[in-house]
């Protein structure tokens, strides 16, 4: 079977996890990644049965995850975390967060994957239009939503077996004005698309590894209901 690497679950409500369903109902072995921030409720509230039911498959199985990870695909490395991240409550209780530490870990665990799904995006000044957005909110946003992703790739290929797939999702606010999709969110959808074209040419050449973006309509996941949509 195909083992799948699952980044950006932390509850039951996105796209990560219906993704994550339908890999584990075609048979595939699941792992995810799972925002620091967020990974004790998502932990706790899945060993304590809160997201059974959606956990049921097509056969009438429950989806098992097989290993959590935690992610903040915001850094690439321990040096890159600056120490009130570090010291901070909510990011001391885990470790082997960064992008890197966390492809060293599935490496480890593991050895390799077939699929990577990058499910994952934030922009702090969402709710502001693009004239209002601050250059750290847009760039935080880019960081977020879309270095994030050449970041994964860059760590998760030399442990993706030849013939493997990656899969982001983007959004229709990157070619249309969609209002209310702000803080350079839309532009960092714009790179996105942008780079999984040319991420699929070099990471196909060079390693036989399929990139693609799905834009995917829109879901009252908690990322959408948190800017109004
Ligand atoms: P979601 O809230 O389920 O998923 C977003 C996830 O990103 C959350 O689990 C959050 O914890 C995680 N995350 C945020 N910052 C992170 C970081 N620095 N490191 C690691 N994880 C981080 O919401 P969703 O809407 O399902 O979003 C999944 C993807 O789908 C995103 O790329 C989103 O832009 C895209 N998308 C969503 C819609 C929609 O209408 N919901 C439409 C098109 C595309």
Redesign the pocket.
Known sequence: GKRAFI?????D????WAIAKSLAAAGAEILVGT?VP?LNIFETSLRRGKFDESRVLPDGSLMEITKIYP????YDKLEDVPEDVKSNKRYSGSSKWTVQECAESVKQDFGSIDILVH????GPEVSKPLLETSRNGYLAALS??SY?YVSLLKHFIPLMNPGGSSLS???IASERIIPGYGGGMSSAKAALESDTRVLAFEAGRKHRIRVNAIS????R????KAIG?
């Not at 409500?13 to 990560?16: D, E, S």
Request: net charge negative.
């Open positions: 980044a950006g679950v932390a509850d409500n996105g796209y990560g925002w967020a992610l903040d695909a915001i499910s994952l995006a934030n977020a939503s994030s999702l983007t959004y995917a309509g829109p879901l996941s908690r990322a959408a949509f």
